[in-house]
C-alpha cells in the first residue's frame, strides 16, 4: 500500500518552492521592467530620426515644437502644425496624427511609453503621448517663427525626454515643456532623452537634475544665448 507524503515533508517542499519563486520573481519582473525600458528608448529613437528625417526634407529646418505661447490670453503665436499635433486639436486620441512627424512615424505607439498606461489625463496632451519636446528648440517662445535650423544645435542637445504622467494639465498643455518641469517617475530610478543627432541615453534622476545645472549645455540648448535659456 502506497503511503503519500508526510506532513512535514510536505511542508518542507512547499517552503523551499515558495523561497524559489520569491528569489525568482524579482528577476522575472527585473527583466520585465528592462524590457519596457528598451521599448521606450526605441520609441525615443524613432521619434528623434522622424525628426531629423523631416528636417533634411525641409532645408534643414526643424520642426516646431507645439511650443504654446498665448500672451495676456490671446491667440497662440503660432496655430500651425508642430511636431506633435495641428493646433488646436491636440488632446484627443488620433490627434498626433496631424503632427509634422506623423508621415514619418506612422505608428500610435511609438508616441507612447509601455509603462506609461491608461487612464490619461483628459483635457491635455497626455491623451496623445508620453514625451515632450525640448522648448529650448522653440526659443522657449521667443525664437524668431519659433523655430530653428538643424545645424544651430550640438549633436548631444537632448531634443525630447518622459514627462511626469501626474503633471496634468501643467506640462502637458502643449507639445514641450522647459527641461526644469517635472520628469516622469514610471521607471523608479530615471528616465529615456532622445538626443538631437538621434541616440538616446537612460538618466538617472540625479544625472538629469545635473544636467540642469549646465546653462548653456545638452538641455539648456537655446541657440544664440549665452546661457541657453
Known sequence: ????????????VIAIIIILV??????ILKASDSTREVRCAVHLRSLSQATIN????????????????????????????????????????GDHRKGQLWPYVKEDSIYRCPVDAAPFK???????????????????????????????????????WEVDELAGG???????????????KRHITGLTV????????WLTYVEFQA????????LWCKPGSANGK
Open 1 to 12: 500500500m502506497r503511503r503519500g507524503f508526510p506532513v512535514p515533508e510536505l511542508l518542507a
Open 22 to 27: 520569491s528569489m525568482i520573481l524579482p528577476l
Open 54 to 93: 523631416y528636417s533634411i526634407e525641409n532645408s534643414q529646418w526643424m520642426p516646431f515644437t507645439n511650443w504654446l505661447s498665448q500672451e495676456n490670453g490671446g491667440p497662440p503665436d503660432w496655430q500651425g502644425a508642430g511636431w506633435l499635433y495641428d493646433y488646436p486639436a491636440r488632446t484627443n486620441p
Open 122 to 160: 483628459t483635457g491635455t496632451t497626455h491623451m496623445i503621448t508620453s514625451y515632450l519636446h525640448n522648448g529650448a528648440y522653440s526659443g522657449f517662445g521667443s525664437a524668431p517663427n519659433h523655430i530653428y535650423k538643424r545645424y544651430q544645435f550640438k549633436p548631444d542637445a537632448i531634443m525630447f
Open 170 to 184: 501643467g506640462s502637458y498643455n502643449d507639445g514641450s515643456s522647459f527641461p526644469s518641469e517635472p520628469v516622469t
Open 194 to 201: 532622445a538626443s538631437h543627432d538621434g541616440h538616446t541615453d
Open 211 to 218: 544636467l540642469l545645472s549646465d546653462a548653456p549645455g545638452r
